[in-house]
């Protein structure tokens, strides 16, 4: 019964956004386009706000769902990215009783027999489950994460609501990447709701960083784990957005954020297999035994790997930039595949040339104080209600693309909350000049 009042609630939501959008169409033909201009842009942060404030009430999936809209903004009206970047996966715990079932469920016994302790109130709680903190038979203390129960049946009610809604949706915006909306959700929700998939990247992440005593990741307990169930030694440390926390331990936040993004820059380009969630509230921050920062990474469920071909890309587009060969920018462009076959590819040239010149001009001191006017002249590409509507045909968002652009975003934004004035692409340049080198080796054998 509950699965049935979700999926009124969700239809009803999308529903009124689809009415709204229809009325708009037909007072077009009364009033015109020009008339219509102001109105659309009204009726577009009205229907965002309505969406954020649904996928709120909702929750789950839904957060998810506006996580991925706020990132892939570019191909949404403006408001959209402006209203749902706000979302926060962060929601209050189950109850224990829930969390109990589900350990016994999975691992065949309760957790007062599987643990010599096991603290019944939640340490963090978010849409899909929550952490719990115990202590093993053996003494040591860990951070247990349970799936929520029926967490496999909400996902599938949702996610049935959302393919209906997003094709409706394409009839109003004909964009080629609204279908990869569900299909990047989809792919995310199946990594996150499989802890035994979470437990691999999780090992597979440590091994790469073995070398590097200063990221620091959880051990794994196999015996205390399923598919749902997760066991992890307990890591501790100060939540790495706490600026004045940092500062008090002794550590520089400018040393802090050098260390995160030289990480991200390691899993991205060499590794090729990156943390998809570098949120605040999956890092801590120790203080090394030498008084350096040590960076504890958390949460793997999205761990992801990045293709070659988008790699060898981004190297383009990075060769174009420094050179100023935007045939070489658009190259790379075309090798990560965001460029539709049959597309306008003199239109999408001609855009790509704007951005290109807009990037060159642009003269950042502070990145922590972009303007909402600075970063709307940037992503405005300058074309006519027809030209747009093309471009959006021309381009399409490949597959596994959302999970580098998210993590870009979010820890882009948080290295500029600790150190405004870092250059990210300065800090990252030894680590793409390394992979630059490695790819022209293994080209020339």
């Keep these: 019964m509950w699965a049935f009042f979700r999926l009124v609630r969700a239809s009803w939501l999308f529903g009124r956004i689809l009415a709204s959008y229809l009325l708009q169409l037909t007072l077009v033909r009364l009033l015109g386009r020009e008339r219509m201009a102001a109105r659309w842009r009204r009726i577009h942060r009205k229907n965002a706000r309505r969406l954020y404030h649904g996928f709120v009430r909702l929750r789950g999936v839904y957060i998810k769902l506006g996580q991925i809209l706020s990132i892939m903004g570019t191909f949404l009206p403006p408001a959209y990215g402006e209203e749902l970047e706000g979302l926060q996966d962060e929601v209050p715990p189950r109850r224990y009783s829930a969390i109990r079932r589900t350990i016994a469920e999975s691992l065949g016994k309760p957790p007062e027999e599987l643990f010599e302790s096991f603290e019944t109130r939640a340490l963090a709680a978010a849409s899909l489950g929550q952490v719990h903190r115990a202590t093993t038979a053996e003494g040591e203390v860990v951070a247990v994460k349970v799936l929520y129960p029926n967490v496999a049946t909400i996902i599938q009610v949702d996610l049935r609501v959302l393919g209906w809604a997003l094709r409706v949706y394409r009839w109003f915006v004909p964009v080629r990447q609204i279908e990869r909306v569900h299909e990047q959700l989809t792919d995310m929700l199946s990594r996150e709701t499989d802890l035994v998939h979470e437990?691999?990247?999780?090992?597979?992440?440590?091994?790469?960083?073995?070398?590097?005593?200063?990221?620091?990741?959880?051990?794994?307990?196999?015996?205390?784990?399923?598919?749902?169930?997760?066991?992890?030694?307990?890591?501790?440390?100060?939540?790495?957005?706490?600026?004045?926390?940092?500062?008090?331990?002794?550590?520089?936040p400018n040393a802090v954020a050098t260390k995160l993004v030289q990480a991200f820059y390691k899993q991205l380009f060499l590794d090729r297999f990156f943390h998809a969630d570098p949120h605040p509230g999956n890092f801590f921050v120790k203080a090394g035994d030498a008084g350096q920062p040590q960076i504890v990474v958390l949460d793997f469920g999205a761990a992801s790997e990045v293709s070659q071909s988008m790699v060898d890309g981004m190297f383009d587009i990075l060769a174009g930039m420094m050179t100023r060969n935007d045939d070489k920018v658009l190259e790379g462009i075309e090798r990560m595949g965001f460029v539709a076959e049959d597309g306008d590819r003199a239109l999408l040239e001609r855009t790509t040339r704007l951005y290109f010149e807009k990037l060159l001009?642009?003269?950042?001191?502070?990145?922590?104080?972009?303007?909402?006017q600075v970063a709307h002249d940037l992503a405005d590409p300058g074309l006519k209600r027809d030209e747009l509507r093309e471009l959006m045909k021309s381009v399409e968002y490949p597959h596994g693309w959302f999970f580098v652009e998210r993590a870009v975003v979010i820890l882009f934004g948080l290295s500029a909350q600790l150190a405004p004035k870092l250059n990210t692409v300065q800090v990252g340049f030894p680590y793409v000049a390394a992979a630059m080198a490695s790819r022209r080796t293994e080209a020339s054998a």
């Design 199 to 252: 437990a691999r990247c999780l090992e597979r992440m440590a091994k790469n960083f073995e070398d590097d005593p200063d990221i620091l990741f959880p051990e794994v307990h196999h015996e205390l784990s399923s598919d749902r169930v997760l066991t992890m030694s307990f890591m501790d440390g100060v939540k790495i957005s706490k600026h004045e926390q940092l500062e008090e331990m002794g550590l520089d």
């Design 361 to 372: 001009n642009l003269d950042i001191q502070d990145f922590s104080k972009i303007s909402p």
